[in-house]
């Protein structure tokens, strides 16, 4: 039986890798992106693979509804919702516009993609679904040295991270695996297209990125972590999260009762 993979922002970057790379391990690919002419770029470069493409907006209602009715209708074994912007400034500073493009491509469509196929791969009894985030998400708790502050952007990575940890838990026994990918900075375009000129800056590769991906669901990882090399670093989040979750009291902490 064929493996069928739904790539979100196939155009470049990550997303491109991974269908490289897919396509490469045998799969029949659907990629989604904004540039047509990419998307028939890489059918043009991958002639022997099956290619459906999907011209798309996910910033929009109608462009994440069209990508999610695909995710429902069919039998997607893999689902990698990689699209993204950047938008990387304060708050104050970015536009209501820009707000809602990077809330809607970051956090509306992978939850209304991944509720779509998530109930034909518990069906089947078998998927895996990717969430592309980033290690800004584990940056909430820095100072304000730490520039730039960028609080929309790392609160969407944020709950990529906690939407994949849970939903892995209520898939468990299903057959379906979820993981969360958290790149550091990456050699891509993404940072371009903001004006960020990041050429001086140490990056990981894409294709080393989609790597790790992969061989964390091979591992079994829930939260993948590519450029970290001690992994208990990560499990010590995790810990000090659920003794936070757990340490939760109906009565009021002490340090809130007047003195």
Request: proline letters at 4%.
């Amino acid at each position: 039986m064929s493996k069928l993979a739904l790539v979100t922002g196939a155009t470049s970057g990550i997303g491109e890798a991974f269908a490289e790379r897919l396509a490469a391990d045998g799969y029949d690919l659907i990629i989604v992106g904004r540039r047509t002419d990419r998307l028939d770029g890489f059918v043009a470069d991958h002639p022997g693979v099956a290619v459906r493409t999907v011209a798309a907006d996910l910033s929009t209602a109608a462009g994440i509804d069209s990508v999610a009715e695909i995710c429902a209708a069919q039998p997607l074994t893999m689902l990698v919702n990689n699209a993204g912007v950047a938008h990387y400034m304060p708050m104050a500073d970015l536009s209501a516009d820009r707000a809602r493009e990077l809330v809607n491509v970051k956090v509306l469509a992978p939850t209304m993609l991944t509720r779509a196929a998530v109930a034909g791969m518990q069906e089947r009894g078998e998927g895996q679904i990717v969430n592309v985030a980033g290690m800004i998400a584990f940056s909430g708790p820095a100072d304000g040295s730490v520039m730039p502050r960028r609080a929309v952007y790392g609160g969407a990575l944020a709950n990529l991270v906690a939407m994949s940890q849970i939903l892995s838990a209520e898939l468990e026994g299903t057959g379906v695996q979820v993981e969360v990918l958290c790149p550091g900075v990456v050699a891509t375009e993404f940072h371009e297209r903001q004006g960020l000129d990041l050429s001086a800056v140490p990056r990981m590769t894409a294709a080393d990125v989609v790597t790790a991906g992969l061989r964390g669901l091979e591992l079994g990882e829930v939260v993948c972590a590519p450029g970290v090399e001690d992994a208990g670093l990560l499990d010590a989040v995790f810990r000090a999260d659920l003794a936070a979750f757990g340490g939760q009291s109906p009565e009021l902490a002490t340090r809130y009762r007047a003195g």
